[in-house]
């Protein structure tokens, strides 16, 4: 995890990545037993509406904020200098756009079918945002690096600012899930008790994930 040199310390992105990955799996369980059974599954079409609420939190969290994490950090774990990362990252990136889509629209269908306004609160506001960012962050990435491909010198001035975008709109998510946990600890009027637990623990491990992911990508690989 470190090595010693001298006086210093170097601490490198391995053990982070690892643990990254240890947190995302954790932060899965408990949202899928928050939302299967706590809150009663997850349905498209149902006459409990509250099953499709639930896919909007399992979707925006773990297809949405995770798979977008790993995405981030597929340069660190994949162990190729080749072209095999940055194919993973876009398409890890694609595949989290998706899924994110799918999850805005549930909660839409959601809202649509018990009269609820749209696009009222700080947590939709800054999901929307969200994902609006990260699509046109998509799309101006694979036209650059992929298709058609700008020029080497400007892929150069570009991919700093990928990075720094990238980066800021994962935190985005992450602050925009903490959000929407807290929105919906207050809606449902939670205190104590294992539901309780269940939803401060997964927006605790969001944090603790969104600090892996991001020393992941900073910290150098493992010599």
């Known amino acids: ?29 408990l949202v899928l037993v928050w939302a299967i059974h706590f809150r009663d599954g997850l349905a498209f079409k149902s006459n409990n509406k509250q099953k499709i609420f639930n896919i909007h939190p399992v979707l925006m969290v773990i297809g949405f904020i995770l798979v977008g994490g790993e995405a981030i950090m597929a340069y660190k774990t ?53 994902i609006c960012l990260f699509g046109l962050q998509w799309l101006l990435a694979f036209f650059s690096f992929f298709f058609p491909g700008a020029t080497m010198s400007s892929r150069g001035r570009l991919i700093p600012w990928h990075w720094f975008l990238g980066m800021v709109i994962f935190l985005m998510a992450i602050s925009t899930a903490e959000m929407g946990l807290v929105e919906k600890f207050t809606i449902l009027r939670l205190q104590h008790g294992p539901e309780a637990l269940i939803v401060n623990f997964t927006g ?12 992941s990508v900073v910290l150098p690989r493992s010599s």
């Open 78 to 130: 994949i162990p190729s200098k080749r072209k095999a990362p940055k194919l993973v990252h876009l398409i890890l990136n694609l595949i989290a756009l998706l899924v994110g889509i799918v999850g805005i629209y549930a909660v839409f269908k959601f809202h649509n079918e018990l009269g609820i306004p749209d696009m009222y609160t700080l947590h939709s506001w800054f999901g929307m945002i969200t």
């Open 1 to 29: 995890m470190a090595s010693k040199d001298g006086s210093s310390f170097r601490l490198y992105a391995t053990p982070v990545t690892v643990l990254a990955h240890l947190l995302a799996i954790a932060i899965i369980t």
């Open 204 to 215: 605790l491990l969001l944090l603790l994930f969104a600090v892996s992911v991001s020393l």
